[in-house]
């Protein structure tokens, strides 16, 4: 049975963050919207909620975070996602390249990979640390066992890496395994680098020899010179949100109807059977498009 919120939108996606914690300190990050969370889901607390997740007609799971590779039981985790589904990971890939193959082997379909500069001092600033050679490092080692195709997360940051749009497009031009996302930032904690994506939609919508829309949140996606570039465009975007079909998780147990509000939860912690259906029924009942 798949369930519809009261917008007739159907939810065939659940997004669940494994933890809070992560290894970069991103100058925008909005931590897919948590709030000081104390406690993190068990493998076992998981594993069933993906199983009711299928049973109410979730066909697609995105393992995210903070930084998911960061949990010791992923593996675990990725071996509990009921067959049929496809599961896939959203990562900084600090920590990919020696754990790619295992990942593969547990089941995971695919990653994405954040990636906002191929610049190794701007890398550093954005992100606390440098290390954009072990995130290459991470991408090759996807593509090599083939957690494909590998997404690039590029968030558009003004003054910061808006000069790098084609460098990202050469680098993945000609790769089939690899797809730019250009991610609009979604202003968190008086974050202020807000990049113009309209530009960027402008130019590319100019030069596409083939422009496909997505059926979740109807985003674009732009083929052009061999490169695939799709763009996240939330803010303000009332047909980004009539066509968003996912469910969050949060890493302490709550089931999420909005990213972008956090008044709405569903208390999970301690459910399980019966009490964990009516949960994710009302979670879905409470969803409402953020823009409309
Ligand atoms: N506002 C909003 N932003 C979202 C939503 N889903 C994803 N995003 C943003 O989109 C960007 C990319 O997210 P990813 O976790 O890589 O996943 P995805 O691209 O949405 O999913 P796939 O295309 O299935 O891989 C991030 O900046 C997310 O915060 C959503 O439902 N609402
Ligand atoms: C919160 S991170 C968690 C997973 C992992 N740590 C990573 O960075 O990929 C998930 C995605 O959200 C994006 N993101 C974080 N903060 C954002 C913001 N303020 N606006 C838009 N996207 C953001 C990141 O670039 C990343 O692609
Ligand atoms: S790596 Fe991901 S979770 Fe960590 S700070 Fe950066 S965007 Fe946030
Ligand atoms: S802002 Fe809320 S309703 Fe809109 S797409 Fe994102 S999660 Fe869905």
């Given at each position: 049975?798949?369930?519809?919120?009261?917008?007739?939108?159907?939810v065939?996606?659940l997004?669940?963050?494994?933890?809070?914690?992560?290894?970069?300190r991103?100058?925008?990050?909005?931590?897919?919207g948590?709030?000081?969370?104390?406690?993190?889901?068990?493998?076992?607390?998981i594993?069933?909620?993906?199983?009711?997740g299928v049973?109410?007609g979730?066909?697609n799971?995105?393992?995210?975070?903070?930084?998911?590779?960061?949990?010791?039981?992923?593996?675990?985790?990725?071996?509990?996602?009921?067959?049929?589904v496809?599961?896939?990971?959203?990562?900084?890939?600090?920590?990919?390249?020696?754990k790619?193959?295992?990942?593969k082997?547990?089941?995971l379909?695919?990653?994405?990979?954040?990636?906002?500069?191929?610049?190794?001092?701007r890398y550093?600033a954005i992100?606390g640390?440098?290390?954009l050679?072990?995130?290459?490092?991470?991408?090759?080692?996807?593509?090599?066992?083939g957690?494909?195709?590998?997404?690039?997360n590029?968030?558009?940051?003004?003054?910061i890496?808006?000069?790098?749009l084609?460098?990202?497009?050469?680098?993945?031009?000609?790769?089939?395994?690899?797809?730019?996302?250009?991610?609009?930032?979604?202003?968190?904690?008086?974050?202020k680098?807000?990049?113009?994506?309209d530009?960027?939609?402008?130019?590319?919508d100019?030069?596409?020899?083939?422009?496909?829309?997505?059926?979740?949140?109807?985003?674009k996606?732009?083929?052009?010179?061999?490169?695939?570039?799709?763009?996240?465009?939330?803010?303000?975007n009332?047909?980004?949100?009539a066509?968003c079909?996912?469910?969050r998780?949060?890493?302490d147990?709550?089931?999420?109807?909005?990213?972008l509000?956090?008044?709405?939860?569903?208390?999970?912690?301690?459910?399980?059977?019966k009490?964990?259906?009516?949960?994710f029924?009302?979670a879905v009942s409470?969803?409402?498009?953020?823009?409309?």
């Open positions: 049975m798949v369930l519809k919120d009261p917008y007739n939108r159907t065939t996606n997004r669940i963050s494994l933890t809070s914690r992560c290894n970069l991103c100058i925008y990050c909005h931590a897919e948590e709030v000081n969370p104390k406690e993190q889901m068990s493998a076992e607390d594993a069933e909620l993906m199983r009711v049973q109410f979730i066909k799971i995105k393992f995210t975070g903070g930084e998911p590779l960061l949990r010791r039981d992923l593996l675990d985790i990725i071996r509990s996602v009921p067959p049929g496809e599961s896939s990971m959203t990562t900084n890939g600090t920590l990919l390249a020696a790619a193959a295992a990942l082997e547990a089941g379909a695919r990653v994405n990979v954040s990636l906002d500069t191929l610049r190794p001092e550093k992100t640390k440098d290390c050679a072990d995130v290459l490092a991470g991408i090759d080692a996807a593509i090599e066992v957690l494909t195709p590998v997404k690039l590029m968030v558009l940051l003004e003054g890496n808006e000069d790098e084609d460098d990202f497009m050469a680098f993945v031009r000609g790769k089939r395994d690899l797809i730019l996302q250009v991610i609009e930032l979604m202003e968190f904690n008086e974050c680098f807000h990049g113009d994506v530009s960027v939609e402008q130019e590319l100019e030069r596409a020899t083939r422009i496909v829309t997505r059926r979740m949140h109807h985003r996606k732009y083929c052009l010179d061999g490169a695939e570039v799709e763009v996240v465009r939330p803010l303000h009332t047909e980004f949100c066509f079909n996912r469910l998780v949060t890493s147990g709550k089931l999420k109807p909005c990213l509000r956090s008044d709405n939860l569903v208390d999970i912690r301690g459910k399980h059977g009490e964990l259906e009516d949960a029924r009302e409470r969803r409402e498009p953020f823009f409309a």
